[in-house]
């Protein structure tokens, strides 16, 4: 299966206003992208699409197809895609530990309720796991205790227990993160993207949803770049990320600094 998703001519509505306008979208496996656009232009309604959360109008001439199937049952797809969404954990999760948040992407639940067996392989993974996000020192650590970067990283840390899509080695195969610098200090970034590489290097792929132009990893080879709703731009980022390119986004005059690997504009 080449592509993991392919979305043609799809239109979405949000009530009575129509969010995205005839978007068609393909991303392959294993590809890093990102998903750049201002506040509002439906970046997060398209993630939204990808995960089916919210389905297209009916068009003769659309078509959703996620990993090569055109219907899921939602639990099922949410086992085999990672998804961080832009909000910090809720209340009732505040009061665990680090480990048990992990444990509980396993159930898609905000706590350990008492009717949910933890088995000995969920434990084992959840071990893997905060090797992985290097959350070991977070462990016994209360999420309400931990930091707005710290306890960004657990909900990648439990997102990725939520899916069983895994390679040989146990990385998960995609991540889908909205605006997964929110809310964070510029060392708590700083991390966050450090991680995310290595997620990236070890074979997970990427699709980053975000306004802000650091967040984009270098492992990132492709942007698809959005305004009211449409795709305005799709190609690489030596391509798209210029100042002028750029410009016409955000309507703004740009300017533009890459250093290391990271592009940074204002």
């Not at 909900?155 to 889908?176: H, K, P």
């Not at 510029?186 to 980053?208: V, W």
């Not at 210029?242 to 290391?260: K, N, Y």
């Amino acid at each position: 299966m080449d592509s993991i998703v392919e979305l043609d001519h799809v239109h979405v509505a949000r009530g009575e206003r129509l969010v995205l306008h005839d978007l068609s979208l393909q991303i392959a496996r294993g590809e890093h992208l990102a998903i750049l656009g201002p506040n509002g232009c439906g970046k997060s309604t398209l993630l939204k699409a990808i995960t089916c959360e919210l389905y297209p109008l009916v068009r003769p001439e659309t078509k959703v197809r996620i990993m090569g199937r055109e219907r899921w049952d939602l639990t099922q797809l949410k086992r085999r895609m990672g998804v961080v969404s832009a909000e910090l954990p809720g209340k009732q999760t505040l009061s665990i530990t680090g480990f048990d948040a992990i444990l509980t992407g396993f159930f898609s639940s905000s706590i350990l309720w008492p009717n949910l067996t933890v088995t000995h392989p969920m434990r084992e993974r959840a071990e893997e796991i905060l090797v992985q996000i290097n959350g070991q020192s977070l462990r016994g650590i209360p999420v309400g205790e931990m930091s707005a970067g710290q306890q960004r990283r657990i909900m990648i840390g439990r997102a990725m227990a939520g899916t069983s899509s895994q390679d040989e080695e146990g990385n998960v195969q995609m991540l889908l993160l909205d605006e997964p610098s929110n809310a964070l200090d510029l060392a708590a970034q700083q991390d966050l993207r450090e991680m995310l590489r290595s997620l990236a290097q070890r074979g997970t792929a990427i699709l980053l949803i975000t306004h802000h132009i650091a967040d984009i990893l270098p492992e990132i080879g492709r942007i698809v770049m959005m305004n009211a709703g449409r795709i305005v731009a799709d190609g690489s980022k030596e391509e798209l990320l210029t100042a002028p390119q750029l410009g016409r986004l955000f309507g703004r005059e740009i300017a533009l600094v890459e250093r290391d690997g990271y592009w940074n504009a204002w």
